[in-house]
């Protein structure tokens, strides 16, 4: 039997980038607000033994422990899906700071076009350029609308960045970004140099590694990125990465209107009519089950764990493949890769040094920033040049036929250390009536629940994209002086081994309609209205970007949305 | 190396961001870099009783007299280059597949010389090898490729079972074991291995089994020296890996390739 507490105004279900900002938002406003995290609590000298490849590359030592909980997966329904027992195509986070303490702090916005895909793409293409089950609709908001969470999301983090407007993307009220741009690699120089010369319009990779000492509107300074070469996947031991464990927690603790429990694992939210009540965690160091009524529920879990969390709960219709009715599970969207890797057999470059988010990039072919109409496929990506540091054990490069191993593999590999790069282009991912997410039938989790079962598989779309992107970057990659230049394979069937991108999205999606969304453009509940769901999941696509700036902004909407329902109630929109 | 002296003499993470304004920006990010960071160096004095063959020149008022002082130079004790898991024959049958994995060449040394086996060793001790932080729970049904690994065997047992059938491979075929075959013989073997068709190995495939073999060993080669492997950086330094650099920042602009002496993480334990 649970032990029930005292009910509290605000409960906050995960503690990471989207935990993190509302919790900083509601509390400055002050509101008393109960952050449940179920990792265990981080704060910077946590990363100060960071370089260490095995612990935390090999062996994940920040992500969520799969023994404890892990998803099942199949490509279609006539598979039977299996669990993922190691990673793995993605990697989410564990502890306070969740996946923003090993994300790269590649920060870019979504395309106005993302927000209004649909009606968009029809107006340009028609109709039929919308294959039969593929999903896409609209957001339910427009670029003005979310334009100013990003610039607020930008401040907050000390984004770096050039100080003109990229014409390709949506227009900024703040043109500069916060911090200067990045320092530019050699290699960024070949890119940039080719890639003007192409006549594309190549731009810095916007940072969220500060490119110089940083104080935000809360008051929080950080250091400058070292570009030591350990971000994707480790924690910033100069707190120079924005992270929620140096940026927004901290100000929410400040005010002392918030009380975080770490070890907190929530099972279930109640409710009762279209109101939840609380919801149940155990404590994962006891076991014991308890029982925490709220007035307000904000779940800011990953993405997989707030559709599983609004499964188990019974909440919002679940998504139904056969009917294409429902919501919960519906949308679920990757990231699609395209890209080249160059030889260089007369110059070497200093890939070992870099910054998760150091990069140059174009968005030439991402959106409908290029005409479609002869091609088979819509949307695109963002084609990036990046030196985020290769490390040792990752980074052993052959050219093809090298066999993998033996004394020609050594000798190539020692060889081509250096004098590999790489341009690939970030693909978006169309949503598909037969891509979902749902409860597994078979497998448990060390509770008993249910794990989540995910169906997904690349399609035509995404090959005919990753065709595309690939071949812009190999013609890149010629341009910038490659000796050889080897266009990445064509894609195949997904498979869960090989890591990928932890840039899963949708289940929860927002929109204008409550027969086709699960949450409106504040992220709250249709069904529930003292219930917001924030995060990935609440995309209906995934565009042709690092999802991080988005999900983002929509938190400081949601912030803005949960201040507002506190003070009057009701339905939002 | 540069030629440009950019970088901070004393590159250890301390003395940079002690030096560096840039770093910091005159800032203390919560008071958690200069309460640890920049601690002071404990001194610790060690005395260390040496007899070495040294030419000592003394300088009496007008003639110089050599004389010669036998000195003795202690040799490195890897106290850690010991089993864990293995028993003596498992570890001579890694060792020997490893070396083939990443041989010694006229590049530098190979997998054995760089302790790669006692890496996986060490490795195959620890959560890694018993499969603690993977989800173990059955059915275990016969998986499609996408859907990944699909055995209940550990990592521990799939070694052990894995290495015991390049030993019995090697008997039927060569009537000797493993570690005892010439290189070609044992790339043969291995080759076989890495197809896996011919070869069975219960619960899991010799496939999958040399995939973590080939993993393992690349991991004990580049690996941190802590866990064993990479012995005396001596992996780094054949790859030209400057280790565990606190900072690039005076360095990331240039041109030229820039070798560096690694740093591993024991170097910063004095912090």
């Known amino acids: 039997m649970a032990t029930k507490l005292p009910k509290v105004p605000v409960l906050i279900v995960g503690m990471g980038w989207a935990g993190g900002i509302i ?15 179920r990792g265990k609590r981080m ?7 960071m370089h260490d490849e095995v612990r935390y590359a090999m062996r994940h030592d920040l992500m969520q422990d799969l023994s404890k909980e892990t998803v099942t997966f199949r490509n279609n329904e006539k598979m039977t899906a299996l669990p993922m027992r190691t990673y793995g195509s993605f990697l989410p986070g564990d502890g306070l700071g969740g996946a923003g303490k090993h994300w790269n702090g590649v920060s870019f916005r979504f395309l106005p076009y993302d927000f209004e895909i649909r009606t968009k ?9 919308i294959p039969a089950g593929m999903t896409i609709q609209d957001w339910g908001i427009k670029w003005e609308q979310i334009e100013p969470y990003f610039d607020k999301f930008e401040k907050m983090a000390g984004i770096s960045g050039d100080a003109e407007q990229n014409l390709l993307v949506g227009k900024r009220s703040s043109p500069a970004y916060p911090t200067p741009p990045m320092k530019q690699t050699p290699s960024m120089k070949l890119f940039l140099d080719a890639t003007t010369k192409m006549g594309y319009h190549p731009y810095n990779s916007p940072s969220a590694n500060l490119s110089e000492p940083y104080k935000n509107p809360d008051g929080i300074e950080r250091a400058a990125c070292q570009y030591c070469a350990y971000c994707e996947r480790f924690g910033c031991e100069y707190g120079a990465k924005a992270d929620p464990v140096v940026t927004v927690i901290p100000v929410a603790e400040k005010t002392g209107n918030l009380e975080i429990r770490t070890h907190a694992n929530v099972v279930k939210v109640l409710h009762k009519g279209n109101k939840a009540t609380g919801v149940v965690y155990i404590n994962t160091l006891t076991g014991e089950e308890i029982e925490q009524p709220a007035d307000l529920v904000i779940m800011t879990s990953f993405v997989l764990n707030n559709v599983k969390l609004l499964l188990l709960s019974k909440m919002g219709t679940p998504y139904d493949p056969a009917t294409g009715r429902g919501v919960i599970g519906k949308n ?7 890209g080249a890797t160059g030889y260089y057999e007369d110059k070497e470059f200093n890939t070992y040094m870099g910054a998760g988010a150091l990069g140059i990039c174009l968005d030439d072919f991402n959106g409908d920033n290029f005409d479609h109409t002869d091609l088979k496929f819509i949307h695109g990506g963002n084609i990036r040049h990046g030196q985020s540091g290769n490390r040792p054990i990752a980074n052993n490069p052959v050219p093809a036929g090298t066999p993998a191993w033996g004394a020609e593999f050594k000798k190539a590999s020692l060889k081509y250390s250096y004098r590999t790069l790489s341009v690939s282009g970030q693909g978006s991912n169309m949503p598909w009536k037969h891509h979902y997410l749902d409860l597994d039938p078979t497998y448990k989790d060390s509770y008993g629940l249910p794990l989540l079962r995910m169906t997904y598989d690349f399609e035509d779309q995404d090959r005919e994209m990753s065709k595309f992107l690939a071949a812009k970057s190999a013609g890149i990659l010629k341009e910038m002086g490659a000796s050889n ?6 894609l195949k069937a997904y498979n869960i081994t090989p890591y990928q991108s932890t840039h899963n999205t949708g289940g929860v999606i927002m929109g204008a ?7 409106n453009n504040y992220l709250q509940m249709w069904d529930f209205e003292n219930v917001f769901v924030v995060g990935a999941c609440s995309f209906g696509h995934n565009s042709g970007y690092n999802p991080t700036g988005t999900v983002g902004a929509l938190a400081y909407r949601t912030a803005e949305g949960a201040a507002k329902y506190l003070k009057q109630g009701g339905s939002l929109v | 190396m540069s030629a440009e002296p950019a970088k901070p003499k004393d590159s250890t993470r301390r003395a940079f961001l002690k030096q560096s304004g840039i ?27 040496t007899k070495v063959q040294e030419k000592i020149v003394e300088k009496p008022v007008e003639k110089v007299v050599e004389k010669t002082v036998e000195k003795i130079v202690p040799q490195p004790v890897y106290y850690n280059q010991a089993l864990m898991y293995f028993n003596l024959e498992q570890f001579a049958i890694a060792e020997a597949a490893a070396e083939r994995i990443f041989p010694q060449d006229d590049l530098g040394p190979g997998a054995k010389e760089l302790g790669a086996a006692f890496y996986i060793d060490h490795q195959l001790a620890g959560a890694w090898g018993n499969n603690s932080r993977d989800y173990m729970v059955g059915p275990f049904p016969k998986a499609e490729p996408t859907q990944g690994m699909q055995t209940k065997l550990t990592r521990k047992e799939i070694f052990a079972l894995g290495l015991q059938a390049l030993q019995d491979y090697s008997q039927q075929k060569y009537k000797k074991p493993f570690a005892e075959l010439s290189a070609a013989e044992q790339d043969d073997v291995l080759k076989i291995f890495e197809a896996g068709e011919e070869v069975k190995v219960e619960g899991t495939s010799a496939t999958a089994f040399f995939g973590l073999l080939r993993t393992a ?3 004990g080669i580049y690996s941190d020296p802590m866990y064993g492997g990479n012995k005396d950086m001596q992996g780094w330094k054949l790859k030209r890996y400057p280790g565990n650099q606190p900072s690039y920042f005076n360095d990331i602009e240039k041109d030229g390739f820039i070798v560096m002496e690694p740093k591993s993480l024991h170097d910063h334990m004095d912090h």
């Open chain 1, 485 to 490: 230049v080897a266009p990445g394979g064509e």
């Open chain 1, 43 to 49: 704060k910077l000298e946590d990363y100060f033994i």
């Open chain 2, 23 to 49: 770093a910091l920006g005159g800032i203390v990010v919560g008071g958690a870099i200069g309460g640890t960071l920049l601690r002071p160096k404990p001194k610790v004095e060690t005395k260390i009783e």
């Open chain 1, 513 to 519: 309609d409550p027969r086709t969304s699960a949450v």
């Open chain 1, 121 to 129: 793409t029809v107006e340009r293409y028609g109709a039929k350029k």
């Open chain 1, 332 to 338: 679920y969207a990757y990231q699609i890769s395209g």
């Open chain 1, 23 to 37: 919790a900083s938002e509601l509390t400055k406003a002050g509101h008393k607000v109960v952050g449940l995290e």
């Open chain 2, 217 to 219: 060993t690349m991991e």
